[in-house]
């Protein structure tokens, strides 16, 4: 099976009816890079920079944030490089970064995270935008914020790009050939907002793993929970649908960057609401690949319209029939 997939490396993911799937890799460490060229992905869907600060005592200083980034893009080559900013808090508290009062929060998931805190500590911000600007000088350049609730946000921080990228002119360096700014969609409130939030970003990413405890009030860090919903419930994919169709149209290049899209049967239902863009853990590329020439997009497609319009009692099964009838 591993050697199946060793050859599937440099085979391009088309549907039997003939439509390019881009099929990308998460990663975090300058190490995950070098899976790049071996699983054969499209390119890094979500590159988590807060790594490099949770395996850090302190604070890692801009010029070896910026050593990361240079690194991480000249390892994958012409591949497009998604860099998330810090998503530090909830379950990744850093000693440096949290009072007493933050490491004592009550729900930390919901708490004082992500962009939330990126915004608090402006310092912090800058230090990344720079760094990353720094690091894609004569490149193309993908920046997208995490836990985005309110278009706001994303103007806020973007804004502090703005105002590195405007020092950096001045100072006549070389800056990125491109910039395209995009967010995470993992709060659910942001689905409600996104004909606001649509016309100021380039790219917009689902986090199912958040959006999905959000969606269903159940803590994805807490193995008690691990059964009380399914990625493949109506709910999850009634609400992924209604975001396929309010991003149809508007330019917007949307993907999904949560672990769902790594799991066969998950990917197969999110071929079938419309998506056509995944950034999975770099082992279960091979296998997504696999799953994806075997699918016919239309058939896959009326399949998950009749699900969603009256919903099997197992829609997992109801999946898995499907999938087992054609071979998949
Ligand atoms: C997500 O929430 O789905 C996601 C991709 O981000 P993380 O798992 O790092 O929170
Ligand atoms: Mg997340």
């Given at each position: ?19 390019r ?11 995950d ?32 944030q ?29 000693s440096?970064?949290h009072?007493?009062?933050a ?26 935008a ?15 914020f ?55 970003i380039?790219?917009?990413s689902?986090?199912?793993n ?7 009030a ?26 396929v ?28 609401l ?38 099997p ?16």
């Amino acid at each position: 099976r591993q050697a199946a997939y060793a050859e599937l490396r440099d085979v391009e993911p088309f549907t039997r009816d003939g439509t390019r799937i881009q099929v990308m890799m998460n990663a975090g460490l300058r190490d995950d890079i070098a899976s790049l060229p071996l699983v054969g992905a499209d390119g890094v869907g979500l590159f988590r920079t807060e790594f490099q600060f949770l395996v850090s005592a302190t604070m890692p200083q801009r010029e070896r944030q910026t050593r990361l980034y240079r690194d991480v893009l000249e390892a994958a080559g012409d591949k497009p490089v998604v860099f998330r900013t810090v998503d530090i808090g909830g379950d990744k508290a850093v000693s440096y970064i949290h009072s007493e009062e933050a490491e004592n929060e009550e729900n930390p998931a919901m708490g004082w995270r992500a962009l939330r805190l990126a915004l608090e500590r402006e310092g912090l911000l800058k230090a990344q935008a720079r760094a990353l600007l720094e690091a894609a000088s004569g490149r193309t350049l993908y920046v997208m914020f995490p836990m985005v609730s309110e278009p706001w946000e994303f103007d806020a921080a973007k804004a502090v790009f703005d105002g590195q990228l405007a020092f950096l002119k001045k100072r006549k360096k070389v800056l990125p050939e491109a910039i395209h700014y995009g967010a995470m969609l993992e709060v659910p409130a942001l689905a409600e907002v996104l004909d606001a939030l649509l016309p100021r970003i380039s790219f917009l990413s689902i986090g199912t793993n958040d959006l999905t405890q959000f969606l269903f009030a159940a803590d994805r860090a807490n193995p008690k929970l691990a059964e009380r919903y399914d990625w493949v419930s109506p709910a999850i994919l009634r609400f992924l649908r209604r975001v396929v169709l309010a991003v149809e149209g508007s330019g917007v290049d949307l993907r999904v960057c949560g672990e769902m899209g790594g799991r066969p049967l998950e990917a197969l239902a999110l071929l079938g609401l419309g998506f056509r863009k995944l950034s999975i853990t770099p082992a279960a590329i091979g296998p997504i690949k696999e799953l994806v020439r075997k699918v016919e997009l239309s058939e896959i497609g009326a399949a998950m319209t009749g699900w969603l319009h009256s919903p099997p009692p197992d829609m997992r099964a109801a999946l898995q029939q499907w999938a087992d009838e054609r071979g998949i």
